[in-house]
């Protein structure tokens, strides 16, 4: 088995965002069990809301428009060109390496797949849900226990091909997780999203996603991202299928490595599908090899359940 690993220290302090999420004002009992609540939402402007529930199970993507008019030809100066792992989980490559390097970035659905730096540098990888929103792992937006989010310059870099960033870049200007991950570091809440100061997503086009009370185990599913061990910025998918299902969990074989946290867990589903069709998300990649089986044996990461899913609904409709 090989294992690549990438580690730096990260500073972990809350950051300012320039709009709030208004909240309605609540009883003593009502914070309190807000604040027992992991899925509450939790963002860098200090807002904190339980999201409404989605009356829906499944909303399928977007292709966009696919143009890449006024976009940058070339790398923005500054980058440091390495990729930082951070967060609880290493990402792990299981035997021989599956990973296949991803050069049509222009083709949906990897346009809508996105390379995320922090302070230029290579940080983690997400995936378009509207055209302002990224969808993530939630060690990628904070450091997980601490209760405050990582600070510096988040940037996203839709579709990119190494030092070819045919859709441009754009800033985050406010950062979400959950209070299960924000507030406890609990790895079965690891998920988060990034809303961006631009509508990228327009052009780039983005996932749908779905969830399911069932099994998902035996489904196949895809991951694609920008691992640290391969060239900066270049996109590298895998193959293979959904191994165990758990409640908040989902595992498979998949090959991922540091800097690949935050990737869609994706199926092509047909038309007509249940619940959503086309390029489908049914979990964010978040974790490799650690602790016992299954976690000891596949990489891992956060399964879109019911909550999961109305937050990122919620921050797909936040202003």
């Known amino acids: 088995m090989k294992r690549f690993r990438f580690a730096a220290a990260a500073t972990a302090v809350t950051i300012c965002a320039a709009l709030a999420i208004t909240t309605s004002p609540a009883s003593a009992k009502d914070k309190d069990k807000k604040n027992d609540d992991p899925h509450m939402v939790i963002a860098s402007d200090g807002s904190s809301y339980s999201a409404p529930e989605a009356n829906v199970s499944g909303v399928n993507g977007a292709a966009g428009t696919g143009a890449v008019s006024g976009a940058e030809s070339a790398a923005p100066a500054g980058e440091s060109g390495t990729t930082v792992e951070h967060g609880n989980g290493q990402e792990t490559v299981i035997g021989t390496d599956g990973r296949v390097r991803i050069t049509g970035t222009t083709t949906f659905p990897y346009r809508a797949v996105v390379h995320i730096t922090r302070d230029g540098n290579g940080w983690c990888s997400g995936w378009m849900i509207n055209a302002n929103t990224v969808a993530t792992a939630g060690h990628c937006v904070a450091p997980g226990g601490t209760g405050a989010f990582y600070t510096g310059t988040f940037r996203v870099f839709p579709g990119r091909n190494g030092a070819s960033t045919p859709y441009g870049s754009c800033t985050a200007r406010r950062l979400y997780s959950v209070n299960g991950w924000v507030g406890s570091g609990d790895e079965t809440y690891d998920y988060g999203a990034l809303k961006l100061n ?36 270049t996109m590298w998918r895998s193959i293979d299928q959904i ?16 800097g690949q946290s935050g990737s869609p867990v994706y199926q092509n589903r047909a038309a007509g599908s249940s619940f959503c069709s086309g390029q489908c998300v049914m979990g964010i990649h978040a974790y490799g090899l650690h602790g016992g089986a299954p976690h000891s044996t596949n990489n891992h990461g956060t399964r879109i359940t019911q909550a999961v899913f109305n937050n990122l609904m919620s921050w797909r409709s936040a202003a």
């Open 243 to 258: 191994r165990v299902t758990h409640d908040r969990q989902l595992f498979y074989l998949n090959d991922t490595i540091g």
């Open 198 to 233: 631009c509508t990228i997503g327009n052009s780039t086009g983005w996932f749908g996603f779905w969830w399911q009370s069932g099994t998902l185990t035996g489904l196949s599913a895809t991951t694609s991202g920008y691992p640290g061990d391969k060239p900066f910025g």
